[in-house]
T-cell receptor, first 114, second 113 residues
Framework: QQQVKQSPQSLIVQKGGISIINCAYE??????FPWYQQFPGKGPALLIA?????SEKKEGRFTISFNKSAKQFSLHIMDSQPGDSATYFC?????????????FGTGTQLKVEL | KAGVTQTPRYLIKTRGQQVTLSCSPI?????VSWYQQTPGQGLQFLFE???????NKGNFPGRFSGRQFSNSRSEMNVSTLELGDSALYLC????????????FGPGTRLTVL
């Protein structure tokens, strides 16, 4: 049972364009929503994360938009660069109890072309 | 600080064998989690250890097990390997408590023939 759905599976964007990746979750108990970036041969690295009490969070060129009522969140990469070409994963977790059990989306392969 | 290290980086086994993977977390981190990454299933949570105790467990069969030592280093074991166990196994560590960010290692690529 997939609890976090991610789209699109792949994305090609021109340099300088905006990359948008969308995720939807089912379990309203999730209260932490991170995005990870993974380059080939490397483990995922945290890019940016948001809590459900905030509708938007921006860090540099990366912005998370969060819609609690729709149970959706998205990653926007502004001024996309070839170095942003990687696989992006959204995820969700429960923070209650201090434990961790990240549930990941299926990933989006982003390619930024010159 | 050194990052999360995983050994070995690559491993080839045959069906029916067992395998042990090792993870050294970032110094001071008490929580270690393991994930399986495959093209078909994506990233799936296996289990989390904190202070030598398993705190959370994903939906994997009992053939997958793990442990954590007093120095926070962790091992995961897969017994009676199946072809479908071929995957990248990722370890992630975090300080624990309310600190959420997990730091991933480069993974161990396991191939089962």
């Amino acid at each position: 049972q997939q609890q976090v759905k991610q789209s699109p599976q792949s994305l090609i964007v021109q340099k300088g364009g905006i990359s948008i990746i969308n995720c939807a979750y089912e379990n309203t108990a999730f209260d932490y929503f991170p995005w990870y970036q993974q380059f080939p041969g490397k483990g995922p690295a945290l890019l940016i994360a948001i809590r459900p009490d905030v509708s938007e969070k921006k860090e540099g060129r990366f912005t998370i938009s969060f819609n609690k009522s729709a149970k959706q969140f998205s990653l926007h990469i502004m001024d996309s660069q070839p170095g942003d070409s990687a696989t992006y994963f959204c995820a969700a977790d429960y923070l209650t109890g201090g434990g961790n059990k990240l549930t990941f989306g299926t990933g989006t392969q982003l390619k930024v072309e010159l | 600080k050194a990052g999360v290290t995983q050994t070995p980086r690559y491993l080839i086994k045959t069906r029916g064998q067992q395998v042990t993977l090792s993870c050294s977390p970032i110094s001071g981190h008490r929580s270690v989690s393991w994930y399986q990454q495959t093209p078909g299933q994506g990233l799936q949570f296996l289990f989390e250890y904190f202070s030598e105790t398993q705190r959370n467990k994903g939906n994997f069969p009992g053939r997958f097990s793990g442990r954590q030592f007093s120095n926070s280093r962790s091992e995961m074991n897969v017994s009676t390997l199946e072809l479908g166990d071929s995957a990248l196994y990722l370890c992630a560590s975090r300080p624990g408590g309310s600190y959420n960010e997990q730091f991933f290692g480069p993974g161990t690529r396991l191939t089962v023939l």
